[in-house]
């Protein structure tokens, strides 16, 4: 059996399926990135926490352009 063939046995039923399920992982992975937009991470609350999240951010190669 061919693959055309096999496409065919399942007809349209198996195609609307498929569209539906890729639609529900694109509109779920899109969900999942506005939330992360709307409520991103908290912000250190004190001035050395800023530092530290500073630090943590940059890379090696940028912080021993400071020396």
């Not at 609307?16 to 937009?37: K, P, V």
């Amino acid at each position: 059996m061919s693959l055309k063939q096999i496409n065919q046995n399942e007809g349209p039923g198996f195609e609307e399926a498929s569209q539906q399920l890729l639609l529900d992982i694109a509109m779920e992975s899109s969900l999942r990135e506005l939330n992360q937009m709307a409520n991103p991470s908290p912000k250190p609350a004190s001035l050395s926490g800023y530092y530290q999240s500073l630090h943590e951010w940059r890379s090696p190669a940028a912080s021993e352009f400071k020396n």
